[in-house]
């Protein structure tokens, strides 16, 4: 199947820092990304939907200044938690959509954030 | 967009065939099936997908009746290595979303 490649896996950082996780697609265009996060036991809340070259579309109750998303490419994706507060820790996932007809979803390997 | 219900979770043995199904009313004209396996810390990985009747490969089987209102991921002769939580998700190709339902915890005991 398709790869998607998810950075960095795990990171730690000092609260009022900023982080940026990227997501590529290493062997397909993904004209579509989706960033999701995931709480301990709990499944998979969508952020937000990425689309090469225009403004990510934000969940309701997902702050967009605080969680930038930047498409720029048909292979990469990248997620930036600004100013990072320990409420923000949490394990956050990317999926890019491939192939035709079916278009299925590829998921990148997850990053753990911790914000200290 | 097609809401998902499954049960929370479901214990099994090595060596069963272990059946999740999942009810989906009002899933579209347009919309796929698909099923997804994580594991603890890990992004979910694609197990199957189908839009109707039967479709097997090499890890699973999925059912799909006829009206399509619910599927069964069927995992035959599981092993400890098939403990995870096992999404399904419902779908069209260029869906704007893709939301998760609650999924299945699957428990497999030697």
């Known amino acids: 199947g398709a790869v998607v490649s998810q950075h960095p896996s795990r990171v730690i950082c000092k609260s009022g820092t900023s982080v940026k996780i990227e997501c590529r697609s290493l062997?397909?265009?993904?004209?579509?990304m989706f960033w999701y996060r995931q709480f301990p036991k709990k499944s998979l809340m969508l952020m937000a939907t990425?689309?090469?070259?225009?403004?990510?579309?934000?969940e309701q109750g997902v702050e967009k200044d605080k969680f930038l998303i930047n498409h720029a490419s048909l292979t990469l994706s990248t997620l930036t938690v600004t100013s990072a507060h320990p409420e923000d820790s949490s394990f956050y996932i990317c999926?890019?959509?491939?192939?035709?007809?079916?278009?299925?979803?590829?998921f990148g390997s997850g990053t753990q954030l911790s914000v200290l | 967009l097609a809401k998902t219900t499954q049960p929370i979770s479901m214990d099994s043995y090595e060596g069963q065939e272990v059946n999740i199904t999942c009810s989906h009313n009002n899933i579209a004209t347009n919309d796929y099936i698909t099923w997804y396996q994580q594991f603890p810390s890990q992004g979910p990985r694609f197990i199957i997908q189908?839009?109707?009747t039967k479709v097997t490969n090499e890890v699973a089987s999925l059912f799909i009746p006829a009206d399509r209102k619910s599927s069964t991921l069927s995992l035959p002769r599981v092993s400890l290595s098939d403990t995870a939580v096992y999404y399904c998700l419902v779908a069209y190709s260029s869906a704007s979303k893709i939301i998760f339902g609650s999924g299945t915890r699957l428990s497999i005991r030697p």
């Open positions: 062997d397909f265009q993904a004209t579509t």
């Open positions: 990425s689309n090469e070259g225009s403004k990510a579309t934000y």
């Open positions: 999926s890019a959509r491939a192939g035709q007809p079916n278009e299925k979803l590829f």
């Open positions: 189908g839009y109707k």
